[in-house]
């Protein structure tokens, strides 16, 4: 009895489970066909909409019309023949046959009229109408084909030019740095006759060698702490004389500047001549050459020794001892001058002086510089310019990071900086001893392994030049030169004088 309880007990909970589940599949089955209704609307809508779509930007082209869009279009069979066609123009050009290619050219010109006639008459072309037409054209297209002109020798003869093309600028590019570089090498005619002018000037004028003898408050000046100082290195007279002058106009005390001009000795003479002609508002100018220099020599310099050096010599002025490895720009020989490498003797050259601002012969002053010497270096050597904002003044530009030597001792995101206008404290400099530090990688770099100089500028925000202190015009377009960028030009010319009567005699405008 027990055990039919059991049994009368179970059979209905298994017929509800039963039926439940019976439920739950019709559902699923319900929702299945609902959602394959659903889904098979929007892919049979999609294509329908897209095509839409496609149609509407195809019809926005004023040169699409409804019998191109057709699958017998002949307008754009027509078309496809003219473009194939234009293609084995340029092939036959390239073979020499010039006939064929005249020939192509004709009925390229054919087709167009026709084309150009049926849109005029906005009556779509047929077949018949245009059955002349795309036979002449196709049996030229055949011809073609037949003189090689297919695909593959079509792909390859490009492929050839390309290469020659390559080749070709690589080839101008090569001549362009070189007589681009001679160009920057060059001395002007009108510069070198002004040093013969004013070399002969100063021989044959007594009272000038006097006038400059009797200038004793100017031994005074040049070694007076509270005065603004300045140098300049170079053997550039008209260079020299646009930094003096530019900083001049634009000093609020002008009577406190003291130039030190380095010249050589070659054009020592002409420069004191310059300088002692002509006033620039006060401002005291010493000239002096660096052959005087008793301590500069071989012994103490390591690059008066390099510079001596024969290989060194044909390095710079042979341009067949390392079959062009190296790029010209580094091989100017204005790297064998010393005034290249007195800007790392300067306290050697004024020990009297605590601070002096150093400025390149090709920079241009366009705002008063006196605050520039109540900066407070912080006991750094060197106060210089921020370039950091341009990747190719950084260290890895500079120097050869392949070396051991410079990777133990350098950070290849490093900032340089450029030597236009610097600001030294000589007494950091003479307790750092930097020329040491100088000696020691000049005489590490005897083989030209360790960096290369020379770099330069194209274009400049004219913002920034209004805005600019100084203007620095690096790289090889000096404003000076025929090179010269034309429209930077004017920011140089203008500290010029071209009415003196020395300039007009040696021809400068």
């Not at 092939?91 to 192509?104: D, R």
């Not at 004219?462 to 805005?467: A, D, F, T, Y």
Request: hydrophobic residues 40%; proline residues 3%.
């Amino acid at each position: 009895m027990r055990q039919r309880a059991m049994d009368f007990l179970r059979r209905p909970v298994r017929r509800r489970v039963h039926d439940a589940l019976w439920w739950a599949l019709c559902c699923a089955l319900v929702l299945v066909f609902i959602y394959i209704l659903i889904t098979g609307t929007h892919i049979e809508s999609r294509p329908a909409l897209s095509k839409n779509l496609q149609d509407d930007r195809i019809m926005e082209d004023p040169n699409t019309t409804e019998e191109m869009l057709s699958s017998d279009s002949v307008t754009r069979h027509l078309n496809d023949q003219i473009s194939l066609a234009k293609a084995f123009v340029e092939i036959a050009k390239e073979s020499k046959n010039i006939q064929f290619a005249g020939e192509l050219s004709a009925q390229i010109r054919n087709s167009q009229i026709f084309l150009s006639n049926a849109a005029i008459s906005h009556s779509p072309l047929t077949t018949r109408d245009s059955e002349r037409a795309i036979y002449d054209m196709a049996l030229l297209l055949f011809q073609a084909q037949k003189l090689h002109y297919d695909s593959a020798t079509m792909i390859m003869r490009f492929k050839a030019k390309l290469q020659a093309l390559e080749e070709e600028v690589n080839s101008v590019r090569e001549k362009n740095l070189k007589y681009g570089q001679i160009a920057a090498e060059e001395v002007p005619k009108s510069l070198y006759y002004l040093g013969v002018r004013l070399t002969t000037e100063w021989f044959k004028n007594l009272d000038l060698q006097k006038k400059l003898k009797d200038k004793r408050h100017v031994e005074m000046k040049i070694k007076d702490e509270n005065l603004y100082h300045f140098c300049v290195f170079s053997d550039n007279i008209i260079a020299t004389s646009v930094v003096v002058n530019s900083t001049a106009k634009n000093s609020k005390n002008p009577y406190m500047i003291v130039f030190h001009l380095v010249t050589d000795g070659i054009n020592y003479a002409a420069m004191k001549t310059w300088f002692a002609m002509n006033d620039f508002r006060g401002v005291t100018v010493q000239v002096q050459k660096y052959e005087d220099f008793t301590w500069l020599n071989a012994s103490y310099v390591p690059v008066l020794k390099q510079l001596q050096d024969s290989e060194m010599q044909r390095y710079y002025f042979s341009g067949n001892t390392d079959d062009g490895r190296t790029p010209i720009k580094f091989r100017n020989p204005k790297y064998l001058s010393m005034l290249n490498h007195l800007r790392f003797y300067i306290p050697e050259i004024f020990p009297e002086l605590k601070k002096i601002v150093f400025l390149d012969d090709d920079v241009v002053v366009q705002k008063d510089l006196s605050d520039l010497f109540s900066i407070d270096l912080n006991g750094n050597v060197n106060g210089a310019v921020e370039t950091c904002k341009e990747t190719f003044h950084r260290y890895h530009t500079y120097l050869n990071y392949s070396h051991p030597l410079i990777r133990a001792h350098f950070d290849l995101d490093a900032c340089g900086w450029a030597f236009g206008m610097n600001v030294f404290d000589l007494v950091e400099w003479r307790k750092n001893n930097v020329t040491g530090i100088y000696h020691y990688w000049q005489a590490k770099n005897a083989d030209r392994t360790l960096w290369k100089l020379g770099f330069g500028y194209t274009k400049v925000d004219p913002r920034l030049i209004e805005k600019g202190v100084v203007l620095h015009f690096n790289g090889n377009s000096k404003p000076w030169l025929k090179i010269g960028i034309e429209k930077y030009k004017p920011l140089w010319e203008k500290h010029i004088d071209y009415s003196h009567p020395l300039l007009q005699e040696c021809n400068f405008h």
